[in-house]
């Protein structure tokens, strides 16, 4: 919402800026019918290939619009057919290493098909989501991506838009209730994999720093722990949520680190409480990793920056833009193609560093998942 804001303030000080410097306006199309003696329909079916019109008439049409620098009003167009070129994309927030390589990855895939594409976020907000919706709404995108917000426990306002005939592809985050498509990890494998991890290191006492149990990632993530630990045999264990971000992760572990028992091995679904967990042990002088083993998820860039460099998982972001970008292209070319929405489970890779290894086992690796 942020981002058509700012675009149409450009625009508009665009103009004012070519009106004061005495350039010339930009050329329409009505311009261009009346350069070619044609009616602005003519010209028009002209540019867009319509079968109708001949190929010597379309020929003559692009080769005149090169020559006088016509661009068409994309938004014009859009709100004048329903139909444009254009896509919207919902995230939770920009400034996450995890979320700019999945808009990167869409982004490609968008420039690669011909369209373009609009980021709006919700920063954790269910009524900036719904907000968002509203907009793309209205500016008649082609489709929306949209990974929710941690305030989000319903779909129907994802249904509103399916309701307009506007398709809607979600990642990672998802309501899956709605039969949409959609491209997601694999959490409770790498949950899984992260906990026998920490478990094949010694530690006897874990703890998880959970998400809200309503969003997918975080009820996936604590399954595979949950899972792990009881095929492992008795472990004691403790889950704390929602603990996701550095300052609850913080408070979870100072509290923890206060009793008498103290955990041995953190299970973070998140890097940022993982950071909150690593920084109060060494408040409290607690050694990582041979008092304290740490692993978190999301593989953002400070995990292999700081001291010591913290184990995560790495979710495969790139790859999650370009299919969740990919499907939604193919429901609006291909509408009739399948009648059943397509899922794409990606297989995130645990990254072992130093503060998970006490066994020997080489850092920066990249372990195999193993649940049986």
């Keep these: 919402m942020q981002s058509i804001a700012l675009f149409f303030y450009l625009c508009q000080k665009e103009s004012i800026l070519q009106a004061k410097s005495g350039m010339s306006k930009k050329v ?55 139909k444009g070129k254009t896509l919207g994309m919902i995230v939770p927030r920009i400034n996450r ?5 999945v808009i990167a990855g869409a982004e490609r895939e968008c420039r690669r098909k011909g369209y373009r594409l609009v980021i709006c976020q919700s920063e954790e907000n269910f009524e900036k989501e719904c907000e968002a919706i509203g907009t793309l709404i209205q500016s008649r995108v082609s489709g929306i991506m949209i990974s929710i917000s941690a305030q989000t426990n319903t779909g129907s306002h994802l249904e509103a838009a399916i309701k307009e005939g506007i398709p809607v592809v979600q990642f990672d985050r998802i309501r899956p209730e709605l039969t949409t498509p959609c491209v997601v990890n694999d959490n409770y494998r790498a949950a899984y994999e992260a906990t026998k991890h920490l478990l094949d290191q010694g530690c006897k006492y874990l703890i998880h720093l959970g998400g809200p149990q309503y969003i997918n990632i975080y009820e ?28 609850k992760g913080y408070e979870a572990a100072k509290s923890l680190f206060e009793s008498p028992e103290k955990p041995d091995g953190i299970l973070a679904a998140s890097d940022y409480s993982a950071l ?13 990793p041979h008092q304290l083993s740490i692993v978190g998820f999301a593989n953002e860039p400070f995990t292999a920056l700081i001291s010591p460099s913290t184990s995560s998982i790495d979710q495969r972001a790139d790859e ?12 609006i070319e291909h509408p009739h193609r399948t009648s059943h929405p397509q ?11 130093e ?18």
């Design 28 to 82: 329409t199309i009505h311009d261009l019918a009346r350069m070619l003696n044609l009616t602005a329909s003519t010209v028009s079916r002209a540019l867009n290939d319509h079968p109708k019109i001949s190929e010597s008439t379309k020929v003559l049409v692009r080769k005149k619009a090169e020559e006088v620098g016509y661009k068409p009003n994309l938004i014009a167009t859009s709100l004048r057919t329903g």
């Design 97 to 101: 290493d995890f979320i700019s390589n």
């Design 220 to 247: 996936e993530r604590k399954r595979g722990f949950l899972e792990a630990i009881g095929q492992y045999g008795p472990i004691r264990y403790e889950v704390i949520e929602p603990a996701i971000t550095r300052e």
């Design 276 to 288: 909150g967990a690593l920084l109060a042990a060494k408040e409290a002088g607690i050694s990582i």
């Design 320 to 331: 999650m833009g370009e299919n969740a970008a990919r499907l939604l292209i193919e429901s």
């Design 343 to 353: 899922k794409i489970v990606l297989m995130p890779q645990l990254l072992i560093r």
């Design 355 to 372: 503060s998970s290894t006490r066994q020997n086992v080489p850092t920066d690796k990249t372990a195999s998942p193993d649940p049986s």
